[in-house]
């Protein structure tokens, strides 16, 4: 493919937000160029700066993801297409102030796939599985229009923190008492 289709296509796809991307995902929008010559169009699109190859199988587009606020996020959804993902964990509490650590360039997420870590150029995504249905984690997840994924509830988030057996000793249960108490009085 030419180098300007390539620009072309990810300019479109930016307009809509999109600028992390998996192979897959990028083969899906070529879908009658050879294999061989896709993958050294990637090749030139990471060596001109247009694509960055953030670890195995994802890349973003350097001049539109740049602009992103949740960059780990972005990624993380594209490593796990097809499967239910949300922030929880040390991330979520972190986010609560519920354990005082703030987890810099570190997202921590829970995913009906696989559990994987993985290191990129704006952090490290760490997955992990979890056993429980779509349907029982609808209710405790909390969406946010700006944000690419979900975020756990409070509750969630510590109920998988203690389910997955990881440290408790760092949230201060005095925080997340008063944060369900005071989510219970605004019903």
């Known amino acids: 493919m030419k180098h300007h289709l390539l620009s072309q296509r990810l300019d479109l796809l930016s307009e809509h937000g999109i600028a992390a991307f998996s192979t897959k995902m990028l083969r899906s929008y070529f879908p009658d160029e050879p294999e061989v010559s896709f993958k050294k169009s990637l090749g030139r699109g990471v060596k001109s700066g247009m694509l960055e190859r953030v ?3 994802a890349y973003v587009y350097s001049r539109e993801f740049r602009r992103q606020i949740h960059k780990l996020e972005s990624i993380a959804v594209v490593l796990r297409a097809g499967e239910f993902s949300y ?6 509490l972190s986010e609560y102030s519920v354990i005082s650590q703030m987890l810099l360039n570190h997202l921590t997420v829970m995913t009906t796939g696989r559990s994987q870590t993985f290191k990129t150029p704006y952090g490290t995504i760490e997955f992990t599985h979890t056993n429980r249905g779509e349907t029982e984690i609808l209710d405790k997840v909390i969406k946010q229009p700006e944000r690419p994924l979900r975020i756990a509830s409070p509750e969630l988030a510590l109920s998988d923190l203690r389910r997955v057996k990881r440290n408790t000793q760092m949230v201060d249960m005095d925080v997340y ?3 369900i108490s005071e989510k219970n009085n605004t019903f």
Request: charged letters at 35%.
């Open 177 to 179: 008492e008063e944060i």
């Open 87 to 92: 922030i929880s964990l040390e991330s979520a």
């Open 55 to 57: 670890c195995r199988g």
